[in-house]
């Protein structure tokens, strides 16, 4: 690259223009310069993404893991060993109330960093939902809160 000739006029010496920079003023050389070899070929470069991957966090998965643990023990226990009273039944219900929080907690946090459940559209992509996807999802969440809470009944 060549050195080109220093500005040593001052701002009082510049006159009405001198919100003009000095490069402006400077006129380039004719022909290339001998030292600058101007692009050189080489490998091509692949674009790649400059922010990281978006995943979940060990601050938002610990907090669903601990409360879906606590509320599937206390949905088990109270289901093997039914202790005396009616005490199981409103303990196993609580447990059940607990699961299904932490199933919510982990779809919003796994929502939130980009994630979608298998067969649905990615969020924003402006697709519309299958029909049939929605409606299994929505037959396994049915059997399985129904047959939860009829076992749950069963304990009185």
């Not at 000095?22 to 310069?33: C, F, G, M, T, V």
């Not at 692009?39 to 879906?68: C, D, F, N, S, T």
């Not at 982990?106 to 299958?130: C, I, K, N, Q, Y």
Request: glycine residues 10%.
């Amino acid at each position: 690259m060549e050195a080109s000739p220093r500005d040593n006029s001052s701002s009082a010496d510049a006159g009405p223009h001198s919100n003009r920079e000095p490069s402006a003023e400077r006129e380039l050389p004719d022909e290339p310069s001998a030292v600058d070899p101007g692009p050189e070929p080489g490998p091509p470069v692949e674009p790649h993404e400059l922010r990281p991957q978006r995943k979940l966090r060990l601050w938002q998965l610990a907090p669903i893991v601990v409360l879906g643990a606590l509320g599937s023990l206390m949905f088990a226990f109270p289901l093997a060993f039914e202790p005396g009273g009616s005490s199981g039944a409103v303990v196993s219900m609580l447990g059940l109330l607990l699961c299904g929080c932490a199933a919510g907690w982990g779809v919003m946090a796994a929502r939130r960093v980009g994630h979608t459940w298998p067969g649905l559209p990615a969020r924003g992509s402006g697709g519309r939902p299958d029909w049939r996807v929605v409606l299994m999802y929505t037959v396994v969440v049915c059997t399985v809160v129904v047959l939860a809470v009829w076992r749950v009944a069963r304990l009185r």
